[in-house]
Every structure is written in C-alpha cells, then in structure tokens.
C-alpha cells in the first residue's frame, strides 16, 4: 500500500492567545507552507493532560450515565468520563472517576485506545479505557447533581446507537472500540 507523505510540515510564523476560558485556551497559528502560501489557522489548547472516557462492564451489563449536557439543553446517556489532572495516568484517573461518578473501582481495567476528537483543530487525547471486576468504592465527585446510572444489557450494547440521547460521537466510538477488543460486531 503506497501512501503520499508532504515532504516537510508547515513553518510556524507566530502563535498568538486569542481567547483563554477556565477550560480551553484558543490560539491563531501564523504558518507558511512549503510552497510559500501563509495562513492563519485557529486551534484549541487544552490546559489539562487530557481526558478518559471509561465503559464499565458489570457481568453482562454496560453501566452508563445520565446527566445533564448543556451544549444540547437537554440529558444525555453515556459512559463514565472526566479529565486528567496534571501528572496522574489515564488508567489512575479512569478508576478515579468511576469512583467519582458511579460510586465503583475496577480491578481489572486496561486502555483499549487513544483518539484524538478533532486534530485539526484540538490536541486533547482522549483515553477510551475497558474496567470490568467491579467493586463499590466511591469517591465524592464534582457534579451538580446526582448522576443517574444507566444499566444496559451487553448483548444489546448496538442498540444504545438507536437511543436518541446517546449522541456523543467520542461515547459511539467508545461502544464500537468495546466491540472491536470483544469482536462483537453489529448485525
């Protein structure tokens, strides 16, 4: 398989702070490519060291959530998620937030990719990381609410892209990474 490679990556010409908010920092990126052109592009900068989205098993269930998203206006289902603080590893803080937010720690809990959601214009990894071998153990959690647990049936895990409030794109590739490291594939 042949791929087309650039022969070599954009100069940057400046890099100016545009807008800084307590979760995203917006930049303007100066660049001049190989062949002289000069653009402006606009990025994100995340100030954190990225984030996990965990789908937790529990014998033959999913355990989702539900809490309220305010780009939508509106509840919406999906997996237990949160940020990384600075210095700790995604697997720490996976087991972290499943504490936090369904109240559960895994003994058993490994990575099954990392994504980047826009690389054109973001450069926050997200971790989408598998814990089975539940057990109670919570941690207090930062929500303004109590967040509602969601138990869904493993074996009707494809119908949650059916579901008209499971509509995060990161949260059905979470669902379709979970079936790719099961090789359970959609019918």
């Known amino acids: 398989m042949s791929y087309f490679t650039m022969s070599k990556k954009p100069e940057i010409l400046s890099v100016?702070?545009?807008?800084?908010?307590?979760l995203f920092h917006i930049e303007q990126v100066g660049l001049r490519f190989e062949n002289g052109r000069e653009v402006q592009f606009e990025r994100l900068q995340s100030d954190s060291a990225g984030s996990v989205i965990i789908i937790p098993v529990d014998g033959n269930d999913l355990i989702l959530i539900r809490e309220y998203a305010v780009g939508t206006e509106r509840?919406?289902?999906?997996?237990?998620?949160?940020?990384?603080?600075p210095g700790e590893e995604p697997l720490i803080a996976a087991n972290r937030e499943l504490r936090e937010e369904i109240g559960m720690a895994s003994k058993n809990i490994q990575l099954l990719?990392?994504?980047?959601?826009?690389?054109?214009?973001?450069?926050?990894?997200?971790?989408?990381?598998?814990?089975?071998?539940?057990s109670i153990d919570p941690l207090p959690?930062?929500?303004?609410?109590?967040?509602?647990?969601?138990?869904?049936?493993l074996e009707r895990m494809w119908e949650l892209l059916d579901n008209e409030d499971f509509v995060d794109g990161c949260n059905q590739l979470a669902l379709y990474s979970l079936g790719h490291a099961l090789k359970l594939f959609p019918h």
């Open 16 to 22: 100016t702070s545009v807008a800084r908010s307590r």
């Open 141 to 153: 959690g930062d929500e303004p609410e109590a967040i509602q647990q969601v138990r869904w049936p």
């Open 75 to 85: 509840y919406e289902m999906g997996f237990p998620k949160g940020s990384i603080d």
């Open 113 to 134: 990719r990392s994504i980047i959601v826009s690389p054109a214009y973001f450069n926050r990894t997200t971790s989408i990381v598998l814990a089975k071998d539940l």
